[in-house]
């Protein structure tokens, strides 16, 4: 892992045993690497870094050396915005995946700050690309950094989804694509995984809550049969299931990513066990292209017409356009790591 730096590193495949899935929906873009941002949110313990790691298949960031004494344990930290870059290989296509992780989301009593503040930053991403479209002469060295998928982790209590977890849902969807997660979801046994999904789908659907729900693919599009079965599927198995890894184990000569219990194990790439990696397959491949695209194509034009007209407050226009003083501005740290 190298601090602030941002030069060509070896991009290794994955070494895990991850299941063979159809409806590839690859970039042709492998050469140069294919940008994706995924912002992470979720209260404290909810396993965001242990998930980061183990998507990434490495130490992004070491869960153990961030842990706090007990005498601060109690003393809640205001949110921030971390940075964290991944270069990865995935199906043979290269992807710059830039994760922001949000420590501290949740923490207080009113988190109304909060909801603010990731909203002022997924809409000044969008103002950044809005101030570069406009420009005259063009920077080459424009790096979009619009927020192309929302991981919400929920609280695997079993009930239902909390306020904190509808008002955040329901603010950003519109400017983002929100994929729930439950987080640390080995904590619930099996039947209680289904009710509580269950709830969480009718407490979405209640509430009115504009997540990415893996949309049909419109007629005319590529393999158009493929994409409605392989979407009904995902969208029954919502919100995903994650359980990060704690271990690798050996199993017959090969790597197996595991949680271990005194009764046994939870394989995390094991479908049986966990959605990790169904999740993991949408994120760095089958989806790739649609995150991106409806973030383009629908969220931010949907920005940029309430923008121009007007509808949006100005608030971050007078900071696009001048990245650094921008990234400093939201407190964001930045790693690179490969
Ligand atoms: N049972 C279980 N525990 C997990 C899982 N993922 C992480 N943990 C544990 O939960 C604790 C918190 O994990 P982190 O990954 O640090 O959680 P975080 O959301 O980044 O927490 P903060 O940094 O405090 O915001 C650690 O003890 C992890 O080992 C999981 O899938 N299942």
């Not at 895990?16 to 979720?42: D, E, I, Q, T």
């Not at 309430?306 to 407190?331: F, I, R, Y």
């Amino acid at each position: 892992m190298k601090e602030g730096s941002g030069e060509e590193q070896n991009v290794a495949p994955s070494v895990y045993s991850h299941v063979s899935r159809p409806g590839s929906h690859r970039y042709k873009n492998a050469k140069k690497g294919l940008p994706f941002n995924v912002m992470l949110v979720g209260e404290s313990g909810l396993g965001r870094t242990t998930f980061l790691n183990t998507l990434c298949e490495r130490v992004v960031v070491d869960a153990a050396g961030k842990q706090v004494s007990s005498e601060q344990a109690h003393i809640a930290e205001p949110m921030q915005f971390k940075h964290y870059t991944v270069e990865m290989e995935e199906d043979g296509m290269k992807i710059i995946l830039n994760v922001i992780d949000t420590p501290g989301f949740g923490d207080g009593i009113d988190n109304e700050n909060c909801f603010m503040q990731i909203q002022e930053y997924i809409e000044v991403q969008f103002d950044e690309v809005l101030a570069e479209e406009n420009r005259i002469k063009r920077n080459t060295k424009f790096k979009d950094s619009r927020v192309h998928a929302l991981l919400y982790f929920i609280t695997p209590t079993g009930h239902s989804l909390r306020e904190i977890d509808v008002e955040l849902m329901r603010r950003l969807g519109s400017r983002t694509n929100i994929i729930p997660v439950i987080g640390r979801s080995d904590s619930l046994t099996p039947r209680e995984l289904v009710l509580f999904k269950q709830r969480i789908m009718n407490d979405i659907a209640q509430h009115s809550i504009p997540i990415f729900s893996f949309p049909d693919a419109e007629e005319g599009d590529e393999g158009d049969e493929e994409n409605v079965e392989e979407n009904a599927e995902l969208r029954a198995m919502l919100p995903f299931a994650v359980v990060g890894c704690e271990e690798v184990i050996n199993e017959d000569g090969r790597p197996v990513r595991v949680r271990s219990y005194p009764w046994g194990v939870v394989q995390v790439d094991n479908d049986a066990h966990s959605d990790f990696d169904r999740l993991r397959y949408v994120l760095l491949n089958s989806h790739i292209g649609d995150l991106r695209d409806r973030t383009h194509n629908e969220i931010y034009e949907r920005y940029r017409t309430e923008k121009l007209s007007g509808t949006v407050p100005a608030q971050a226009m007078a900071l696009a356009g001048d990245e650094p003083s921008v990234l400093e501005a939201m407190g964001m740290q930045h790693t690179v790591a490969a």
